[in-house]
């Protein structure tokens, strides 16, 4: 699930992506600077990670997202790549790209979009342990 | 009636993925919640707590647009509509 139209790119994939490419198209003549996030799977004991979504949901919420960003700090161009699916240790999670006319404004967008999504986005992650798997807690979950 | 629940996270794995429920007219998402734990008494625990209440953390979405637990008792459900059961959501 994709969309190009805005310049970025919005997508929930099984794909991996070239962060290389998506920070080269988010320059503009006017850009002042482009900062990224990647989300890493990280080696917590676990074999992998099993991520899923509500799809049609949180490809909303990710575009809906994406334009509080572009409103509040002024951003020009927004990439946002999810993944789904089994992911090894080492393997990306999620790629954020934005770019702006000054940095202040691109480490904002960029830690704003980090964190609705993860107080947003239905999106949930499983690890796979050698004997047996375990949901990683939610961000507003308590026992 | 019939209404289409889909569960997601950790409750994909104790309840399934989706199941049709079939309830009468004029009934509420906290009923068709209720009849999707009646035969499971620790998956009502997962949803409700000891005042039998919905457990705070718990997201609910009736046909992909959030609701609030005040709506989940007072909103009527229609043939076909999609309850949602979603625990914290844990992405990024």
Known sequence: MEDRDSGGRIALTGDDFDSGAYIKSAKRRTTGAIVTFVGVVRDDDIESIEIEAYEKVAQGDLYEIRDEAVAKYDLQEVTIVHRVGNLQVGDNILLIVVSAGHRKQAFSGCEFILERIKERAPIWKREILSDGDRWVKGNHEYA | ?92
């Not at chain 2, 409750?11 to 004029?26: A, L, M, N, S």
């Not at chain 2, 499971?40 to 046909?63: S, T, V």
């Open chain 2, 1 to 92: 009636m019939k209404i289409h629940v889909r569960m997601f996270g950790r409750f994909k794995h104790q309840f399934g993925d989706w199941r049709e429920v079939d309830v009468p007219e004029g009934n509420t998402p906290l009923d068709v919640l209720k009849e999707v734990v009646a035969t499971n008494p620790e998956g009502y625990m997962a949803i409700f707590d000891d005042q039998n209440r919905i457990r705070n953390h718990i997201i609910l979405m009736l046909n992909r647009k959030r609701i609030s637990f005040a709506d989940c008792s007072s909103v009527i459900l229609h043939d076909t509509d999609e309850l949602a059961l979603l625990p914290p959501v844990a992405g990024g």
